[in-house]
């Protein structure tokens, strides 16, 4: 498979000057057709400043810095806004984590999916446009879609709102999906749907997807790719299988003793002490080595990037790699 996004390098700031602050330094990522990355770390990490770096989304305080976004051969880092646009909703799509906040109260899901139609597929008449809407709503299991068109926001469950806002992003069937914390909120029933729905409607298109999320066990099943990414850099790259298997970084171990194991009825479970840092004061070194249980005095000093420890494999630790080590 051909790669249809690439990142090379990518740094993201917030504000300037003295109090600028670096969201996302130095990520370097890939993303094949037609397969799934998923992208995990503790809130506050970067993931979703580096999905609005992709969307070209960034509230007017960020900027992209350094670094190349390469999508489908083309450069889109420091694309003008009439290029972004004629890009984003039409072959990149994102699902935001908060649907209430996402769609708008006041007017009904059918005239917001409408929108991203008549943006990208020129002129369509209210009855094309509304089999088209009906049509995607029904891909996405809603149930009685010719009713739920014309149904405002609040009138639906969360996942019910979640569904649309998948179907407002797959409505132009995009090459790539990025869905930044698609379970947000949702019990746990409902986040099975949802993950299920992503991945059916995925083998149906052939579309590429970054799934962003907290939880290595959301993208246990799902992800081809796991990034572990901590405050703004990424710590270890590998395929699932590696990242569950033969983990080489301290916090890919801690997220992943954090999952329950059902066989386990008395686990305790493990707790990673502490908390991101503030990217304001951001340590020296091994920027997870305050919290390592790990960490030697050469982890405050070394500036440690992402080495090689086997084929497909790399993370960001000098310890890395060791064998037998397990959460």
């Known amino acids: 498979m051909t790669a249809l996004l690439t990142i090379q390098g990518l740094r993201t700031e917030f504000g300037g000057g003295d109090r600028s602050i670096v969201a996302v330094d130095g990520v370097d990522l890939s993303v094949e057709r037609g397969a799934t990355l998923g992208v995990v770390g503790e809130s506050g990490c970067g993931k979703s400043a580096l999905s609005l770096s992709i969307m070209g989304l960034l509230p007017e305080a960020g900027r992209v810095t350094a670094g190349r976004i390469i999508f489908d051969g083309r450069d889109i880092a420091h694309a003008s806004p009439a290029i972004m646009r004629t890009i984003r909703g039409k072959r990149i799509a994102m699902v935001f984590q908060e649907p209430m906040t996402s769609l708008n109260p006041l007017f009904t899901i059918g005239f917001q999916i409408a929108e991203a139609l008549r943006e990208h597929e020129g002129r369509l008449t209210d009855r094309a446009a509304r089999a088209r809407i009906i049509d995607v709503l029904h891909r996405v299991r809603i149930p009685s879609p010719e009713r739920r068109i014309d149904e405002y926001p609040h009138q639906m469950s969360g996942g019910m709102r979640q569904r649309v806002m998948i179907a407002m992003a797959l409505s132009c069937s995009p090459d790539l999906l990025i869905a930044d914390e698609p379970t947000t909120a949702l019990d746990v029933t409902v986040q099975a749907q949802i993950l299920d729905l992503l991945g059916e409607l995925q083998a149906q298109t052939g579309m590429a997807m970054i799934l ?85 005095p050469e982890c405050s000093r070394a500036d440690i990037r992402l080495t090689a420890v086997d084929v497909d494999h790399v993370s960001a630790c000098l310890r890395a790699p060791v064998e037998g080590i397990r959460p």
């Open 212 to 296: 962003i999320t907290h939880d290595l066990g959301v993208v246990a099943e799902m992800a081809d790719r796991i990034a572990v990414m901590y405050a703004g850099r990424i710590v270890e790259f590998a395929t699932a299988a590696e990242i569950f298997d033969n983990a080489q970084h301290p916090y890919t171990l801690g997220l992943l003793g954090s999952i329950p194991r059902i066989e386990n009825d008395r686990e305790r479970l493990l707790a990673i002490e502490g908390a991101v840092p503030s990217p304001l004061r951001l340590p020296s070194g091994c920027r997870f080595h305050p919290r390592c249980v790990f960490a030697a």
